[in-house]
């Protein structure tokens, strides 16, 4: 089956700073979404992007489906972007294959 | 706003009594499907309905069933909980329709099983 790859596994990054997320993946895939897991246990969605680049504020992601990597960026952190985040990939039909997730501490 | 709900958010159930979590959605979607989600992992599907059309994981215990009475509700029923079911539920939505944004899936916050 598809294998998916998220780096890196932990990160921790002062208030302010910059960072890139990365998943790898190891074949083509029919959508890519990027999850952030809050605190409290909910999935809410960042983007569905399986190919393009796509910005919601502070947040950009960037999916190169032919070479099977998708990028999330997250520009000027806050401590509310604490958190884990995951990457789902659909390859066809209805299973979603989820990365095992970037645990992000953002230090106030 | 549209939303997937999802009661209760904690629930506490004794080992090997059944347990019912429930989850509504009003977006309409067609399709619902339960996730498990253990400490320090990543979701892992259990099934879906495809409208009234149930899908198993080949890997989903007989212990876990599943019930979709109608287009916004769907039930997840743990016949004999064990300690080892403890973890936190995840329900999802999504409208598939063969369009740009078929799969995209709308998660629900979780319900958080104890078992004791």
């Known amino acids: 089956g598809i294998q998916v790859e998220q780096s890196p596994p932990d990160l921790i990054l002062q208030e302010g700073a910059n960072s890139t997320l990365r998943c790898n993946f190891s074949?083509?895939?029919?959508?890519l979404q990027w999850f952030h897991q809050n605190p409290w246990g909910q999935l809410i969605n960042l983007f569905y992007?399986?190919?393009g680049t796509k910005q919601n504020g502070r947040l950009s992601a960037t999916t190169v489906a032919t070479e099977r990597y998708s990028l999330l960026y997250i520009s000027s952190s806050q401590t509310t972007d604490s958190g884990v985040y995951f990457c789902?990939?659909?390859?066809?039909?209805?299973?979603?294959?989820f990365g095992a997730g970037t645990r992000l501490f953002v230090k106030a | 706003d549209a939303m997937v709900i999802q009661n209760p958010r904690y629930q506490v159930t004794q080992f090997g009594k059944p347990v019912t979590l429930s989850c509504s959605q009003t977006?309409?979607?067609?399709?619902m499907y339960w996730y498990q989600q253990k400490s320090s992992q990543a979701p892992k599907l259990l099934f879906h309905?495809?409208?009234?059309?149930?899908?198993n994981e080949a890997d989903t215990p007989d212990n876990f069933q599943s019930r979709r009475p109608n287009t916004s509700f769907c039930f997840l029923d743990i016949r004999s909980p064990g300690l080892g079911d403890a973890a936190m539920y995840l329900c999802?939505?999504?409208?598939?329709?063969?369009?740009?944004?078929?799969?995209?899936?709308?998660f629900g916050p979780g319900t958080r099983l104890t078992v004791t």
């Open positions: 999802a939505t999504s409208q598939t329709s063969g369009g740009p944004s078929s799969y995209e899936q709308y």
């Open positions: 074949d083509s895939v029919n959508n």
């Open positions: 992007i399986p190919s």
């Open positions: 789902a990939l659909n390859t066809g039909g209805f299973k979603t294959i």
């Open positions: 977006l309409n979607h067609n399709v």
């Open positions: 309905y495809y409208d009234k059309d149930f899908n």
